[in-house]
């Protein structure tokens, strides 16, 4: 599979689009749009996927997408227990082409050029933002619901309480035949991590020799294939220790890893400690 080209659904006279999900399981297929995505996990955990980034999420996440860069949230939640996101989602012109250029939403260009790296908000801003978006989601006048969002992005653009994500610039150029080919590398390797997989294997995936794709990939990505694996395999191993449900050595052949002393070196080699210390910071 490749990243999924996901259109977002809205009235023509509106500025933006502003809507409450809740389903069992979020929109789980890794997916770009134009659009720029504020999301703010009401109810949910799981692990989350933007451009290279990979990281364990739960209730109160609030991340801030930028336009064409492939993301999904692959949430744990019982089929029982409904997920729920607010999610807030507009073009970088949304202020029409000629206003978002001008000085006074200098803030707001700041914000959308950091976000083409995907933003987690955190501290102060993140109280400040979610008592903005409480109001939006409550307001029943356009244009309140319109100031707010400006408000919520000014305050973005001159935070320092602003976390980049993904470490390679990883926006899709639709029109890239290659780019298709390194994205259905990227959600092959997500669906099955777990399972034993070679070089042979992904080259093959994308119709090219080892070396080729090894180049190819390295080139894209800043890393090799089988670091990049291995950050996705720490990733799960991250969630599962947080769950508290497995032991460590479950956790390590459940995550993609052969042997424990491959997971505990690779574990403290990403995360500077070991899985033990890990799990016992979220106790």
Same mark, same amino acid.
């Given at each position: ?58 209730? @109160?996440?609030?991340? /801030?997408?930028? $336009? ?7 949430? %744990? +939640?019982? #089929? ?80 320092? @309480?602003?976390?980049? /994500?993904?470490? $390679? ?7 890239? %035949? +290659?780019? #298709? ?103």
């Amino acid at each position: 599979m490749k990243p999924i080209f996901k259109k977002v659904e809205s009235q023509s006279e509106e500025a933006f689009v502003a809507k409450i999900d809740q389903f069992s399981q979020f929109y789980n297929k890794w997916h770009f749009h134009p659009e720029l995505e504020l999301t703010h996990i009401v109810k949910g955990r799981g692990t989350r996927f933007i451009g290279d980034h990979i990281e364990y999420f739960e209730d @109160d996440d609030l991340i /801030l997408v930028g $336009s064409n860069l492939p993301h999904v949230w692959k949430n %744990q +939640n019982d #089929d029982s227990e409904l997920a729920v996101a607010q999610v807030v989602q507009f073009l970088p012109s949304f202020l029409g082409n000629d206003m978002v250029r001008k000085i006074e939403f200098k803030n707001v260009q700041n914000l959308i050029a950091q976000s083409t790296y995907g933003l987690k908000i955190v501290g102060i801003t993140k109280d400040q933002v979610l008592l903005y978006l409480d109001f939006l989601f409550k307001a029943n006048n356009s244009l309140d619901r319109l100031i707010t969002l400006i408000r919520i992005l000014d305050l973005l653009g001159t935070s320092s @309480d602003l976390i980049p /994500l993904s470490k $390679s610039l990883f926006m899709v150029k639709v029109d890239k %035949q +290659n780019v #298709d080919r390194l994205n259905q590398v990227i959600d092959y390797t997500i669906t099955n991590f777990a399972a034993r997989i070679t070089l042979e294997d992904i080259a093959s995936l994308s119709n090219m020799s080892v070396s080729n794709f090894c180049k190819y990939f390295k080139g894209r990505m800043k890393k090799t294939y089988v670091q990049y694996l291995t950050e996705v395999r720490i990733g799960m191993s991250c969630k599962l220790l947080i769950e508290n449900k497995l032991s460590v050595h479950q956790i390590a052949f459940e995550s993609g890893f052969v042997n424990m002393s491959n997971f505990n070196r690779a574990f403290k080699l990403t995360k500077q400690m070991t899985p033990l210390s890990y799990r016992k910071s979220f106790q």
